[in-house]
């Protein structure tokens, strides 16, 4: 089950908000290559960040999935960095991911684990 986790100090409206929401999920299905009915994906808005002691727009990620490679995961930063530049106006050296890939055995999900 992958979990994407989008922290942002960006204010989109609601409307855009369910868009980016929507095109996440695409998204890290495609790019973690897993159905995307199992991805799982959060988005916070609005969120009082700073970053470089800078309140300019910055994202902080955190992308978790079963049998994650550490081989793609250079791959997938740079994706996930394009995404939150293209879907959330954030420049790439202002968003930080981490990645985790925890044994299937840590995943509950339909009363039972992966």
Known sequence: ???VKIQTNQTPTDADAARISE???AFAAAELGKPERYV???LETGVTMRYAGSDAPCAYL????IGLAEQAIETLSASFCDFCAAELA???????IRFE????AWWGWNRRTF
């Open 23 to 25: 095109k996440a999920s």
């Open 62 to 65: 955190e992308v978790k999935s």
């Open 1 to 3: 089950m992958p979990y």
């Open 40 to 42: 799982m994906v959060a």
């Open 90 to 96: 954030v420049a790439p050296d202002r968003v930080f």
């Open 101 to 104: 890939a925890p044994p299937g």
